[in-house]
């Protein structure tokens, strides 16, 4: 018995029939998915026309 027959059928590294643009989509999606969403701005409380002239 030689070992390769001992540990099986080597897996192959590319499934059949699936593109290399359908992947990187499928990994861009699960990236756009598993990202949580950014907080939010914070708001200002006074207005811009407030703002002090410089000495």
């Known amino acids: 018995m030689s070992a ?3 540990k099986g059928q080597p897996l192959p ?4 029939g699936v593109s290399m643009r359908d992947l990187l989509a499928a990994g861009e999606a699960a990236a756009l998915i598993s990202t949580p ?3 939010p701005e914070p708001e ?12």
């Open 13 to 16: 590294f590319a499934v059949a």
């Open 44 to 55: 200002l409380t006074e207005p811009a026309a407030d703002h002090r002239e410089a000495a």
């Open 4 to 6: 390769t027959e001992s």
């Open 37 to 39: 969403p950014r907080a």
